[in-house]
């Protein structure tokens, strides 16, 4: 695993960096823009529970101020509008076009944020692999933040957990969001222990399945990442011992003890992995008893990154994440730390999901404030992901017609409207913050839509001869590994790309130069045509043709050939971003993930508050760079 093979030489240039540092107090800044992202926030849900007054702080800063809907991206994800957001630049410029994008060669999909690359070569000696040179982590994205500009207009910029600025950008004080990995490279694995045998492992799972001896000790392991110094890649492991007390359950991690009651989180456990040599490789997990004795399940966070001792840089300075450890305590540092897979696959309940969003929403404001009250940058921007991550698990409590509505309880139908209630709290201790110079902004990458059916688009292109199975299948599983592409002109990858297999240009692509354009077109008008046999509503609301809203990206292979904006209520299904065709063509989403955003952006715009009358139109988040630039004096 490529990651692996950095953590050695990593851990030893962050451990010098984080000795180095400490120099005198830096001046105050004089002027400040403050620019506070709530992720997912609607135009439409915070208009409602500010006409009800329940979000007095931002009705005041509306009133003071200004406020509007606010175009996102196309499409509307996080991580490109995120990017829109930070190089004023869309899609085609700045590379961010999917969470997913694909390798041409193979069609296998890969995460589009950012990329390993292993070191180059290997020393083979003794059954050891010694790498030769330092490997390299990518920020896919491309172009210049606004920050940096800032930075080198002389200005100061303190960034915060915004997504897709992994690695982080070598500015006065940044904490990478989305992006970061965990230790095992993966954007999020967790370990589920559990005594029966219903649970499978998927791509964000392990499920171990252990048994309890006759007093009900479990002896088991936690994995970490492969000892990057052997040559036949061998987990490190930490062993785990989990034994029964009369309510609840001892669980040993490593040298940890931990005692837990059903339901209830452990503190941060630190666990340490011997890597062959000198260096030794620390994360930091935390631990739910899902169930308890006589048949435990037993919930393991994936394993983060410590901030105290980071494997891999995630802050600038690199020192930086471990300084704030110091003061405000171990935090998540994992790019998407809140657990919607866990909470999807019903893992863990609904009360315990909201409990961990509580305790990062407690580090993130700690952080935020933290650097707020050290007052020493001009250009301060942190967003935080919780108000997306509670809109995708809970919409079904606001939506009546959500699948999975009847079986949400009560007390968890507003965990939406609770989340904005934070969010304004946070507003409020923020603006509280602020000197009088200060200007503030208030945005969101997109808003949210209902998730009621999962759209299995590969199996449209099968039904419609675009996509051809291999002979005698009528199914296929992810990474198209049933796909006869000698025969297949146009395939679907990721949350709203579609792509036509192009000779030249795809590993075995069939359609020539010249036809690309009237396929397009023949797909376009098929699609917008569709309608859902069981309702009759139609299911795509506009196709985009990737060439028009990515002025210039005909050289570029990464460009999706069309976009697809699906109407509320429809979305992807996982299926579809990952390659694979079902038997189904459309399915009631039947998950806990009921929100969504990833369909037609004129349905989905995000909020934008400030605190002055903009002096600009400003139609897009794309446009925040450049009314945030023209407020730094
Ligand atoms: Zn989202």
Known sequence: MPLARLLGAAALICAVFALAGCGAEPAPAE?????????????????RWMDEGKLPNFSRLAE????????????????????????????????????????????????????????????????????????????RRQGVAFWTEAEQQGKRASVLRVPV???????????????????????GTYTFYTTTRLE???????????????????ESVLEGPPDPLRTEPEPMRV?????????????????????????????????????????????????????????????????????????????????????????????????????????????????AWLEMLKTILAER????????????????VGVFVQTDRVSHMFYRGLDPEHPRFDDTLPEHRDAIEWIYTEADRILGETMERLGPEDELLVISDHGFAPFRKAVHLNRWLVDNDYLVLDEGREESDVVFSA????????????????????????????????EVETLKHEIMSALEAWNDAE??????????????????????????????????????????????????????NAQKWSGDHCIDPHLVPGVLFTSFKPDREVLSIKDIWTLAEGRVH
């Open 31 to 47: 002027q400040r823009v403050v620019i506070l992202g709530f992720d997912g926030m609607d135009p439409v849900l915070a208009q």
């Open 64 to 139: 003071s101020g200004h406020f509007q809907p606010l175009g996102t991206s196309n499409p509307p994800q996080s991580p490109v509008a995120w990017s829109d957001f930070a190089t004023g630049e869309h899609a085609g410029s700045h590379g961010i076009f999917d969470f997913l994008r694909r390798d041409p060669e193979t069609y296998g999909p890969q995460f589009s944020i950012s990329e390993n690359i292993p070191p180059e070569s290997h020393l083979d000696l003794f059954g050891l692999s010694i790498p030769l040179g330092e490997g390299q982590v990518l920020n």
């Open 165 to 187: 600025t992994y690695p982080p950008d070598e500015i006065h004080r940044m904490l990478s969001g989305m992006g970061v990995p965990d230790l095992l490279g993966t954007q």
């Open 200 to 218: 499978k492992s998927g791509s964000s799972t392990r499920v171990v399945r252990v048994r309890p001896d006759r007093d009900g000790t479990i």
């Open 239 to 351: 062993p785990l011992v989990i034994s029964p007390l009369e309510t609840g359950a001892r669980v040993s991690l490593g040298d940890v003890e931990t005692e837990l009651q059903p339901g209830q989180w452990s503190d941060w456990v630190r666990v340490t992995f011997d890597v062959t040599g000198p260096v030794n490789v620390t994360g930091t997990v935390r631990m739910l008893l899902v169930q308890d004795y006589p048949r435990p399940r037993l919930y393991v966070s994936p394993i983060q990154i410590d901030p105290m001792s980071p494997a891999v840089p995630i802050s600038s300075p690199p020192g930086y994440a471990a300084e704030l450890a110091e003061r405000i305590g171990l935090y998540h540092t994992i790019g998407m730390p809140e657990e919607t897979w866990s909470l999807n696959e019903e893992h863990i309940s609904d009360a």
């Open 365 to 380: 404001e700690a952080m935020w404030y933290d650097t707020l009250d050290r007052n020493d940058s001009e250009v301060v």
């Open 483 to 514: 796909v006869d592409w000698s025969r297949s002109r146009a395939y679907a990858l990721g949350l709203n790309g579609l792509f036509i297999n192009r000779a030249g240009r795809e590993g075995q692509g069939i359609v020539a130069v010249g």
């Open 535 to 588: 309702t009759g509503d139609p299911v795509v609301r506009t196709v985009f043709d990737g060439l028009d809203i990515y002025p210039g990206g005909e050289d570029n292979a990464e460009t999706p050939d069309l976009v697809i904006g699906y109407h509320s209520g429809y979305r992807a299904s996982w299926q579809t971003t990952l390659g694979a065709v079902p038997a189904a063509l459309i399915e009631p």
